[in-house]
């Protein structure tokens, strides 16, 4: 067939297919170009997930339950274009969710991720402003720490985590505000 | 610089926003008002720390588990979506259908061949008239549209009726986009 337009190509690898045809051939069902998805994406999504679950076992299943949602919602996907903010969505309801459930689960307070198993050996690697960063993180009420995280980690916009989380746009900056406070102050030490 | 009510509270006396602080200083775009005012200095100061700390959390390469890609695609794999067959001619007793999936998957393949097309979408639908195929395509710029459709068609006819030993009852090809990654292929 390819001597009636032109000389013959090397097959193309399918890993290096637009996203959007990636896309659409899982739409359809294909195995194959999901997988290529999914080890496209996966970094991001477990980082994203782990993120706002703050506890690397949590952001595995969280990361596992969305791309296996994504797998099943994608012929509902109209504009293959937006695949990867819609997968972005996906995680972030997922994750949220689970930060939910912990919540109704245990008292606030009892977990604190990144600063629950701190001995000294931690204490110590606590010295480094990241690590820092991290357990101030950790100390704040949920919805802040994920308002915080959506916004400043993350880059998305007032708008887009208000219908993340199901609060208005005012209440999202308020929770940023207090969030910010909060976090500038533990962080005092290093200016 | 339109004034929201829930900016209040993120105001500095000079009117600039610590929200809008804080992005520039994240990306490393001061304005010259930022540069120079005194309370966005101030202000720059107290947050310096938390800035410097959530970039180097940025430059901190997270890697996901080598079992997520492991366990996602067994589950993708469970629960396959149930679909439905072609049915091929032929002598019985007994016969042979092939999964829609498999047939669209030889489709696409059938369409590698040629230069400057790639399949995106592909539905396959058998009815007494034969085999309905419906397909997207992102065409190479630059190539011509009716020729690159017209082999792509020949393609995937050929398939059906040689591979399958099945009448074409209707092949549509839907381009969808000009792909500039396609081009010279």
């Not at chain 1, 896309?23 to 980082?47: N, P, S, W």
């Not at chain 1, 504009?79 to 912990?102: H, I, K, M, Q, S």
């Not at chain 2, 068609?153 to 399958?164: D, I």
Request: proline content about 6%.
């Amino acid at each position: 067939m390819a001597a009636e337009v032109g000389s013959v190509r090397p097959v193309l690898a399918d890993t290096e297919l637009p996203e959007t045809v990636l896309v659409e051939r899982a739409q359809d069902g294909d195995e194959r170009a999901f997988e290529i998805l999914v080890r496209r994406y996966q970094d991001t999504v477990f980082r994203f997930a782990l993120r706002i679950v703050a506890d690397p076992a949590e952001a595995l299943d969280v990361a596992q339950e969305a791309l296996v949602t994504v797998w099943r919602k994608l012929p509902e996907l109209d504009e293959p274009r937006t695949f990867a903010a819609w997968l972005y969505r996906t995680v972030g309801r997922r994750a949220l969710n689970a930060v939910r459930a912990r919540r109704r689960v245990e008292p606030i307070g009892e977990r604190e991720p990144f600063a629950r198993e701190a001995g000294p050996v931690e204490q110590a690697l606590a010295q480094g402003l990241r690590e820092a960063l991290l357990r101030a993180l950790a100390e704040l009420p949920p919805p802040q720490r994920v308002c915080w995280v959506l916004r400043e980690m993350e880059g998305l916009g007032y708008e887009e985590i208000a219908e993340l989380v199901g609060a208005t746009p005012g209440a999202v900056r308020g929770r940023i505000h207090r969030a910010r406070t909060h976090l500038v102050e533990e962080l005092r030490p290093w200016r | 610089m339109a004034v929201e009510p829930s900016d209040d509270h993120d105001r500095l006396p000079c009117g600039n926003t610590v929200d809008a602080l804080l992005r520039h200083m994240t990306s490393g775009e001061l304005t010259g008002h930022e540069r120079t005012c005194e309370h966005c200095r101030a202000q720059a100061e107290e947050l310096r720390p938390l800035v410097t700390a959530v970039r180097r959390d940025g430059e901190e390469e997270v890697t996901a588990p080598s079992g997520l890609l492991t366990d996602v695609m067994r589950a993708v794999r469970s629960e396959r979506r149930s679909e439905r067959t072609i049915v091929l001619g032929g002598t019985g007793p007994g016969g042979t259908e092939v999964r829609e999936s498999a047939v669209a998957a030889m489709l696409r393949a059938s369409v590698e061949a040629v230069p400057g097309v790639v399949v995106g979408r592909c539905r396959v639908e058998q009815t007494g008239e034969g085999l309905f195929v419906r397909v997207t395509a992102r065409v190479a710029v630059g190539l011509p549209i009716p020729d690159a459709a017209g082999a792509a068609r020949r393609a995937m006819r050929s398939l059906v009726e040689r591979r399958l030993g099945l009448p074409v009852a209707r092949l549509d090809i839907d381009v969808v986009d000009l792909d500039d990654s396609a081009r010279g292929r």
